[in-house]
């Protein structure tokens, strides 16, 4: 989480530049201190005094040039300013930026609105991160639990202290996460909401809900903003991009295996539990019926809810009486055939192009097909036929 975000915005309108967050570890900004606070750069920064004391310049307490409370550093190409003290952590959290935009009364200035701040205290800095932890760990076990209560017929609204959250007032695109890790390499949230951060380009608010899964949120603008019209397709294309591209991000970050799915834009507040049931049951209606995708977005899945929902002894009866060869599906080229072709609405050239084959090489093998099973997915009843022979089967393979 991003600290005193105003006043963070208000110093990048004066400078006209971006700041950096950055955190490091105390005994790294203790060195730095010790290294750099000899240059003459360094002698006109203030230092934090303590209660009661008036702010001295550096050449006036240089005696206490290795202190924590520094406030600056000029290092290298770079100004650091110190913002908070992480004490659990033993961290230290700055904002950065390059030293030629800056002037030494412009510097001078950062330096006094960040003393003067009195939510920099690193106690209370402290107390916000823990109490807001706190809130989204107890948010998540409340929630698994309004989840099982939702799935019985009966759950409760979501209580005042959670409904305060910011984020759950407005309109927001809820996303569930889960993670497969080796037990030595389990994601640690902290470091999974800052690299969701910077994908977002906003503050993230992370809900653990068990062991390497999460629920968080994000404006519907940065999600879909790119989409060509203002279609419901078109934003739901957009979405799934967004999906995509997020995945690739934790999957090259952590260790395991990830899976992912979406919402469309709703009010958390309000529908928030049974959001969560949805996404959930998207992701295990996803990784049952298509062991190979890692994104399960709910509009996606509706053919394969269907058929979840239906006893597994009337789909065995389906396959018998429907199915006259259904040994094919144990054939993964075609089964990979079959996907790419019902994904692209039944197009022949495109799957072609989509599977690196020639049209008459797809051709062929459509037609191999119909003489194993006697349905011609060229046309639309056959196609309807034949993917409801395939979601069958592969459920009722599983059980």
């Excluded at 201190?33 to 920064?45: A, C, F, P, V």
């Excluded at 996460?177 to 389990?186: A, F, H, V, W």
């Excluded at 399960?296 to 239906?310: C, D, G, K, M, Y």
């Excluded at 006259?324 to 599906?329: D, E």
């Amino acid at each position: 989480m991003k600290l005193i975000p105003d006043l963070k915005q208000q110093i990048e309108g004066v400078i006209g530049t971006t700041l950096d967050e950055y955190e490091i570890t105390m005994y790294e900004w203790m060195q730095s201190i010790e290294n750099l606070s000899g240059l003459d750069e360094n002698k006109l920064s203030f230092i934090r005094s303590k209660p009661g004391e008036r702010e001295l310049d550096f050449a006036a307490k240089s005696y206490i040039s290795s202190d924590l409370n520094m406030v600056s550093l000029h290092h290298g190409e770079r100004i650091f300013f110190k913002v908070g003290i992480n004490e659990q952590e033993n961290t230290v959290v700055c904002w950065g930026c390059n030293a030629a935009s800056l002037t030494i009364e412009t510097r001078r200035l950062i330096e006094l609105l960040i003393i003067s701040n009195e939510r920099l205290t690193p106690i209370n800095v402290i107390n916000q991160h823990s109490d807001t932890d706190k809130r989204l760990s107890s948010l998540g076990v409340w929630l698994q639990e309004q989840i099982k209560a939702y799935r019985t017929g009966s759950h409760k609204p979501l209580p005042d202290p959670y409904a305060a959250f910011s984020d759950f007032q407005e309109e927001k695109i809820i996303f569930l996460l889960q993670g497969e890790t080796p037990d030595s390499q389990r994601v640690d949230s902290k470091v999974l909401n800052k690299l969701l951060e910077s994908y977002f380009g906003e503050d993230i608010t992370l809900i653990p809900l068990g062991e390497q899964e999460w629920l968080f949120m994000g404006n519907e603008e940065i999600v879909t903003g790119e989409a060509d019209d203002d279609t419901a397709e078109a934003r739901k294309d957009s979405l799934h991009a967004f999906c995509l591209g997020l995945y690739e991000l934790v999957a090259s970050e952590f260790a395991g295996v990830f899976h992912l799915s979406a919402s469309l834009p709703c009010i958390p507040k309000e529908v928030l539990v049974q959001t969560a049931s949805l996404l959930q049951e998207s992701m295990q209606l996803g990784r049952s019926f298509h062991v190979t995708q890692h994104i399960h977005l709910p509009w996606n899945l509706q053919l394969e809810q269907l058929v979840a929902s239906i006893s597994e002894q009337q789909r065995i009866r389906f396959i018998q009486e429907t199915g006259k060869g259904t040994l094919i599906f144990n054939d993964s080229e075609t089964i990979a055939t079959l996907e790419t072709f019902f994904g692209l609405d039944c197009n022949v050239s495109e799957t072609a192009k989509r599977l690196f084959i020639h049209r008459n090489t797809l051709v062929y093998r459509l037609d191999k097909i119909k003489q194993e099973i006697g349905y011609d997915v060229r046309h639309f009843k056959s196609a309807m036929i034949v993917q409801l022979l395939l979601l069958m089967y592969k459920v009722t393979k599983k059980s």
